[in-house]
């Protein structure tokens, strides 16, 4: 499951709850319930089986309480945590990444279960529920993804096409002891992310009859798991899947497990509304948090190629003083000073090997930094070696210390806000806990 964890456990939460009593068939036990919707053994045992791949330890009231808390929330979130993110043109859709997850959950839970029901089929494969693959001509294929030959960087079909593509079927199967289905183009391209639509485009014929086989696979595992386990379980373990995403997005949206940078709509927002007077009482008790470097005294060695430069290195190495060397080798003005840049100041502007002087810990000569000269200039190279720092705090009203100390505050109030979603979600439902933890 996508969720992550970010709250307590909430067992405190099921203390309390009471244990729902009777037997339940086989294939449909249920683990607990919320407000009388369950949740299914079956959900729990596949979770807690692939999370223990990774963390054998992990106890199975974990991951329920877990699945409870991400339900929870869930319910909540509501129209507050968009299911699409920054970048999701280039994904895929979010029903089609939960079947896959889905899917893929069931295969590494139970692979060999599945392998074996494969194996079970005329000929051991898959391909024995392929009815019929019928022919798409290429005026067809025109039709719904324009003439070949032409540059493409994106495929959107319009709502023409799609409906064409929706009467193209790719491939006809029948699953073991099912109806007679068919897999169309437009199923194909809806599963597509951009750039299996552009391969879609390209190629339509090969990759929609590649793809319509991975859909009809995808769909004997489910086949297999409602026969075994009961539609109404895997319907529950796709929800447990889908319910992950909403709280990861809701996450995202106040914050959760963002750097100060990473940006959402409420975070944008909140940053927006912090006042000066919210920013100095955080900047005073937090002013540990804008540390800077104010000051560094240094030295630099200036030479004409990288081969001087490496031959300076290596004298450093061998234990020749710094000084000795800027005044032996260097071709800076300094040199007779023993390259002294004196002190520097964090204030104001600075020159690149100013620049570089700020970026250097104390005491350690730095690599060879070819100089950035313009294309006419002849290039030359820097040592450079800071022997003392002054260390300090950005100034108040410094952008520094805004910028960063509404992104925190922001960050800070999002959380809040999220917190308070949890315990109301924890005072206003009724659990029911199946079993003993």
Do not use: C
């Amino acid at each position: 499951m996508a969720a992550r964890h970010f709250v307590a456990a909430v067992a405190a939460v099921l203390a309390g709850a009471s244990a729902v009593a009777g037997p339940t068939a086989p294939g449909a036990a249920i683990a607990a319930r919320i407000d009388g919707e369950p949740v299914y053994a079956f959900t729990l045992d596949a979770l807690w089986q692939q999370r223990r791949a990774a963390k054998p330890s992990l106890e199975r009231r974990a991951v329920l309480d877990d699945i409870i808390q991400v339900r929870l929330l869930a319910a909540r979130a509501g129209n507050a945590a968009p299911k699409e993110q920054p970048g999701a043109t280039v994904a895929f859709a979010p029903e089609v990444m939960v079947e896959e997850r889905l899917v893929a959950t069931l295969r590494e839970v139970y692979g060999k279960d599945i392998d074996t029901a494969v194996k079970a089929q005329p000929g051991a494969t898959l391909e024995s529920l392929v009815i019929a693959q019928p022919p798409m001509s290429q005026p067809q294929l025109d039709a719904i993804f324009g003439r070949q030959g032409r540059l493409k960087l994106e495929i959107a079909l319009t709502a023409e096409q799609q409906s064409l593509a929706g009467k193209a079927d790719v491939l006809r199967y029948r699953l073991p002891g099912g109806e007679p289905a068919s897999v169309t183009l437009y199923d194909v391209y809806h599963r597509q992310n951009v750039q299996g639509r552009l391969a879609l485009s390209q190629q339509p014929a090969s990759v929609a009859a590649q793809q319509a086989r991975r859909i009809v696979a995808n769909a004997f595992v489910l086949h297999w798991a409602r026969q075994r386990f009961g539609a109404e379980a895997v319907a529950d373990l796709r929800k447990v899947i889908e319910d992950g995403d909403t709280v990861v997005a809701l996450q995202n949206l106040h914050g959760v497990g963002l750097d100060t940078d990473a940006g959402s709509p409420l975070l944008n927002r909140l940053s927006g509304e912090v006042s000066a007077q919210e920013i100095e009482g955080f900047y005073r008790e937090h002013k540990d948090l804008f540390a800077r470097v104010d000051r560094v005294r240094a030295r630099h060695i200036r030479v004409a190629d990288e081969a001087q430069a490496q031959r300076a290195v290596r004298a450093l190495q061998q234990g020749a003083g710094f000084a000795a060397t800027a005044r032996r080798m260097s071709r800076a003005g300094d040199a007779a000073k023993g390259g002294d840049l004196g002190w520097i100041s964090a204030d104001g502007s600075k020159d690149w090997l100013a620049s570089l002087a700020f970026s250097q810990p104390p005491g350690k000569p730095s690599a060879p930094v070819r100089a950035p000269v313009g294309p006419n200039e002849n290039a030359y190279w820097e040592i450079v070696l800071v022997e003392e720092q002054v260390h300090g705090a950005h100034p108040l009203q410094s952008e520094t210390v805004r910028y960063q100390a509404s992104r925190m505050i922001a960050l800070q109030k999002a959380r809040q806000q999220l917190s308070q979603m949890i315990e109301q979600s924890r005072r206003t439902v009724r659990i029911e806990i199946a079993e003993a933890p």
